[in-house]
């Protein structure tokens, strides 16, 4: 393609090569005849002009305007080719410019085009990396849940082997025990569990049978734990072994399987609440081995506070546990309760203070009225054994 620019307007437009060849042909063709058909009609003129002038000088006239056309002529043909040759010059010259900027946009996007491929190949490499690591990420997660999922399947299945291994055995020893060993085994495991952590959990705890039956029923256990002194050092149930932290009443129960009579938990809860008033224990806990089936009370702590204030009921393995639960819990109240004791016990000194002052004040009154009589008869006496001397 070629562009021409428009001598008239100034517009550019473009050829293709036989545009531009049939131009030039126009240009070189138009030309020639234009100047021809002009140099024709001059000479016509010249010719009639010099024919009217002279005749004579006609033929001489017509060769010199004969040689003149073949020069005309010549002079044309070599304007035209020389214009001719300029114009190709420059159409090489735009051709070429316009080829090598072609090409130089050819080389801009290959370029761009290369960077882009770039571009696409880093960022798919990156996304393949980045799926690789969430796929890998993916598959150690899925296996680690499985292995927990499968170490917490041994888990509970070893649990349950144990339970059931555990209910297994105290059916056995249910089985060869008296309804009286039966209780008694209960509260001999507790008290043995109770006695083997008593040294490093509980040092200054009291923890006996409950053995006072004066308001007409007793618990089985009473525990109580105090601050400050160990029981070994003069605890006792009173608490005068230092400020209370937690006291818990306790009732065992436990009955064989030939039982004709089954017992269920609730009926002894209204019996050990009133164990618990009595006996001024701030909890009540029922241990408890009855209704092997109620899997509310196989699930661990149960709390049977809508029935009656600060009960649980548990199975003999949360025994120790309930114990840490209630005691821990009471020791945030602690220090309020020692401040409550040291108000009492400063209630009780203004009181005392007070009852000896009244005491005082009565002794005082009778000896200064005794001496004062005394006083008034020695007087008296005096007087009169003046009289009489």
Same mark, same amino acid.
């Given at each position: 393609?070629?562009?021409?620019?428009?001598?008239?307007?100034?517009?550019?437009?473009?050829?293709?090569?036989?545009?531009?060849?049939?131009?030039?042909?126009?240009?070189?063709?138009?030309?020639?005849?234009?100047? !021809? $058909?002009?140099? @024709? #009609?001059? /000479? &016509?003129?010249? %010719?009639?002009?010099?024919? *009217?002038?002279? +005749?004579?000088?006609? =033929?001489?006239?017509?060769?010199?305007?004969?040689?003149?056309?073949?020069?005309?002529?010549?002079?044309?043909?070599?304007?035209?080719?020389?214009?001719?040759?300029?114009?190709?010059?420059?159409?090489?010259?735009?051709?070429?410019?316009?080829?090598?900027?072609?090409?130089?946009?050819?080389?801009?996007?290959?370029?761009?085009?290369?960077?882009?491929?770039?571009?696409?190949?880093?960022?798919?490499?990156?996304?393949?990396?980045?799926?690789?690591? !969430? $796929?890998?990420? @993916? #598959?150690? /997660? &899925?296996?680690? %849940?499985?292995?927990?999922? *499968?170490?917490? +399947?041994?888990?509970? =299945?070893?649990?349950?082997?144990?339970?059931?291994?555990?209910?297994?055995?105290?059916?056995?020893?249910?089985?060869?025990?008296?309804?009286?060993?039966?209780?008694?085994?209960?509260?001999?495991?507790?008290?043995?569990?109770?006695?083997?952590?008593?040294?490093?959990?509980?040092?200054?705890?009291?923890?006996?049978?409950?053995?006072?039956?004066?308001?007409?029923?007793?618990?089985?256990?009473?525990?109580?734990?105090?601050?400050?002194?160990?029981?070994?050092?003069?605890?006792?149930?009173?608490?005068?072994?230092?400020?209370?932290?937690?006291?818990?009443?306790?009732?065992?129960?436990? =009955?064989?399987?030939?039982?004709?009579?089954?017992?269920?938990?609730?009926?002894?809860?209204?019996?050990?609440?009133?164990?618990?008033?009595?006996?001024?224990?701030?909890?009540?806990?029922?241990?408890?081995?009855?209704?092997?089936?109620?899997?509310?009370?196989?699930?661990?702590?149960?709390?049977?506070?809508?029935?009656?204030?600060?009960?649980?009921?548990?199975?003999?393995?949360?025994?120790?546990?309930?114990?840490?639960?209630?005691?821990?819990?009471?020791?945030?109240?602690?220090?309020?309760?020692?401040?409550?004791?040291?108000?009492?016990?400063?209630?009780?000194?203004?009181?005392?203070?007070?009852?000896?002052?009244?005491?005082?004040?009565?002794?005082?009154?009778?000896?200064?009225?005794?001496?004062?009589?005394?006083?008034?008869?020695?007087?008296?006496?005096?007087?009169?054994?003046?009289?009489?001397?």
């Amino acid at each position: 393609m070629h562009a021409i620019i428009c001598p008239n307007c100034g517009k550019a437009f473009t050829i293709d090569e036989a545009g531009y060849a049939d131009i030039l042909k126009q240009v070189r063709d138009g030309d020639f005849e234009e100047q !021809l $058909r002009e140099r @024709l #009609e001059a /000479a &016509e003129r010249d %010719k009639k002009n010099e024919l *009217k002038l002279a +005749q004579a000088n006609a =033929e001489a006239e017509r060769a010199k305007l004969l040689g003149e056309l073949e020069q005309a002529k010549a002079e044309t043909t070599s304007a035209v080719e020389l214009a001719e040759a300029k114009l190709a010059a420059k159409l090489q010259d735009q051709l070429a410019e316009k080829a090598a900027e072609v090409e130089k946009l050819k080389a801009s996007i290959q370029a761009s085009e290369q960077s882009k491929q770039l571009a696409v190949i880093e960022a798919t490499t990156r996304v393949e990396k980045e799926r690789d690591r !969430l $796929r890998a990420d @993916l #598959e150690l /997660a &899925e296996a680690q %849940k499985a292995l927990g999922e *499968k170490a917490l +399947q041994e888990k509970y =299945e070893q649990q349950i082997k144990d339970r059931d291994d555990a209910i297994e055995r105290l059916r056995d020893m249910k089985a060869k025990l008296s309804t009286k060993m039966v209780g008694e085994t209960l509260e001999q495991h507790c008290e043995i569990e109770f006695n083997r952590i008593r040294a490093t959990a509980f040092p200054n705890a009291y923890f006996e049978k409950d053995n006072d039956a004066r308001t007409g029923s007793k618990g089985d256990y009473i525990f109580r734990d105090f601050a400050g002194t160990s029981a070994g050092g003069g605890a006792s149930a009173d608490g005068g072994a230092g400020t209370e932290i937690v006291s818990i009443m306790f009732e065992m129960k436990n =009955e064989s399987d030939a039982t004709a009579t089954k017992k269920k938990n609730e009926d002894f809860f209204k019996e050990l609440d009133k164990d618990r008033t009595e006996k001024g224990c701030e909890y009540a806990v029922l241990v408890s081995l009855l209704e092997p089936d109620n899997e509310l009370y196989n699930t661990g702590i149960v709390d049977v506070s809508h029935r009656y204030p600060k009960m649980y009921v548990v199975r003999p393995q949360f025994f120790i546990p309930i114990i840490t639960v209630l005691r821990n819990a009471a020791l945030g109240s602690l220090q309020y309760k020692r401040e409550l004791e040291l108000v009492k016990a400063q209630n009780v000194d203004i009181t005392n203070f007070e009852r000896d002052l009244d005491a005082f004040k009565s002794a005082f009154g009778k000896n200064y009225e005794l001496a004062s009589r005394r006083f008034g008869e020695a007087i008296t006496e005096i007087d009169k054994a003046i009289e009489r001397a």
